[in-house]
């Protein structure tokens, strides 16, 4: 049995902000002791809204943020005791935002190629053969190599930010919001893609994503977080199949699939969006709530597993 | 629920909008009627938004706007004045955005700026088109309204945002709601609710919503009517039911199997996907613009492609209402 591709222990990173006009400090707590192995190639898919910490949770692994506390383990490796060069030969980003993360001033083929220079000590021709390969594994003519990111489309711009993170060859990548910026026939193309390569090099995926329906189809496995916590995590077809959680079972109600007649779906949740700078007391959903009961509201409810299910409600029934 | 249609509030024919170079909008045809949703839906760059700016009359300076026709309940809009049309807008047609903050002012009070819409369009005191305006954001269920109306943008919520955004368009009753992409950038939750208070608005005030998006999904549970709208063409105009259950033009299509959807879509296979990009189109463009992505393509794509009607469900493309093979081209 090998060590499992990513492994959290008790992963917890709290951010001090100051607020308002005298610099009063908050203490955010974006992420609050989450623990999870993702088994190599596999693909967790991580859903949760804005402010629950999924991104955070993503830099944390990439070691882009030291966590407060808790271990990240990758490949059976303390991420701590890692130099960056060997982390980045193990785990890579592709980030939601294809213009954003890719220089705008330099060609394709240097920005391709950069993973392969930081490591130094590989020559020229072979960066360069290796280049024209990993713009072909995505697609990509290597003619391309010549361009600028602004003289390509998005779907383009996010294939040359996968091939850069195949550079390395590693065995994980990180995927945060991978297709949200581009629209539903491109978001497709990159999916397939996505789900080709991890395939064909036997990468395990961190897929984060606010899109439940794109994570029911490239995830074998999905945590749902809530405002810091995994509040349940379960193989995907089961989690869909008969999701446990209430705010699971909101956040499936919300999907709009395209069926006609159906019509919008009450989730009952209300406005009161989640504050990760103002925790509620007891089960950190209970504001939101529909099913929420009096001990809801003090009592913390402990991580339950069984039938292959962990989650965190009193009402849960295992 | 077509029975329930009434007559068309807004008529527009062959509608070109064009940016120096570039054809946003290439001949597009839509009627809105009253009473109903209407959705336009297509890809960025497919120029909804663009369409639905000219309707307002908002767009930038340098695009030049051209149409057979562009009427709104029997007005003639390419005949009005700048403030003849800003006389109807914001009073019988009223627009809200994706992002709250493009309608609302920062630093004016909610109360005041839901006030004074009403009171330019329609006089009246300040402490009427107050009260007007509690039971506006009432309707569109903010909490203590009468508490929000003192505060500040800033104060509110993505979503409390939105909803003000809706209250303050409804000032003075439109006829027509124009919303573009109005749910795009809140969470799945929050997209759900607004939703809802947009079908529940439209059903109980009789509203004429032509509601923008990109996301098929919205549009299966929002539309009576959609138009699907491809590099600046309606490529299809169909009752929803219609659409959804026979789309026809191969972008369509192709559009519908790029959807993941959960239960049915098999896990271990691909997506549908439509390989390549939308074209950027000159003014002088012929034929299909789908043509080079098209499963589809024959010659005469090349030529213009005539609209084919069958009822209340037309579409511009040359293939047979019943045509069978792959939509687009192989990935």
Known sequence: MSAPAIELRGLTRHFRVKTGLFGEVRHVVAVDGVSFAVPAGGVLGVVGESGCGKSTLARVILGLLPPTSGDVLVDGQRLSTLDRRARARLIQPVFQDPFSSLNPRRRIRDIVALPLVAQGGIAEAEIRRRVDEGLERVGLDPTMGERLPAQLSGGQRQRVAIARALELRPRIVICDEPTSALDVSVQAQILNLLAELRRDLGLTYLFISHNLAVVEHVATEVAVMYLGRIVERRPTEALFAAPEHPYTKALLASVLTPEPGLGIPDVGLGDLMPDPANIPPGCRFHPRCPAALDRCRTEPPQPRTGRGIEVECHLATV | ?331
């Open chain 2, 1 to 331: 629920m077509s029975a329930a249609r009434g007559t068309a509030l807004l008529q527009v024919r062959n509608l070109r909008i064009s940016f120096g170079s570039l054809a946003a909008v290439r001949g597009a045809d839509l009627t809105i009627y009253r009473g109903e949703t209407h959705c336009v839906v297509g890809e960025s760059g497919c120029g909804k938004s663009v369409t639905a700016l000219a309707v307002m009359g908002l767009l930038a300076r340098n695009a030049v706007r051209e149409a057979d026709r562009l009427v709104f309940d029997g007005q003639d809009l390419l005949r009005l004045s700048e403030s003849q049309l800003s006389r109807l807008r914001g009073d019988r047609m009223a627009m809200i955005f994706q992002e709250p903050m493009t309608s609302l002012n920062p630093a004016y009070t909610v109360g005041s700026q839901m006030a004074e819409v009403y009171r330019r369009h329609r006089g009246g005191s300040r402490a009427e088109a107050l009260d007007r305006a509690e039971d506006l954001l009432a309707k569109c269920r903010v909490t203590s309204p009468r508490l929000r109306l003192g505060q500040y943008p800033h104060q509110l919520s993505g979503g409390l945002r939105q909803r003000v955004m809706i209250a303050m368009a409804l000032m003075c009753d439109p006829e027509l709601l124009v919303a573009d992409e109005p749910t795009t950038a809140l969470d799945v939750t929050v997209q759900a609710q607004i939703l809802r208070l947009l079908m529940d608005l439209q059903r109980d005030l009789g509203l004429a919503l032509m509601l923008i998006t990109h996301d098929l999904g919205v549009v299966a549970r929002m539309a009576h009517r959609v138009s699907v709208m491809y590099a600046g063409e309606v490529v299809e105009s169909a009752p929803a039911e219609h659409l959804f259950g026979n789309p026809t033009h191969p972008y369509t299509r192709g559009l519908l199997a790029c959807v993941p959807v959960p239960g049915k879509v098999r896990r271990d296979q691909p997506l549908g996907a439509i390989p390549g990009v939308v074209p950027r189109i000159g003014p002088r463009f012929e034929g299909c613009a789908f043509r080079d992505r098209c499963g589809q393509a024959r010659p005469d794509c090349a030529r213009t492609v005539a609209w084919q009607a069958n009822g209340e469900h037309g579409y511009r493309c040359v293939l047979p209402p019943d045509w069978t093979g792959p939509a687009s081209l192989a990935a």
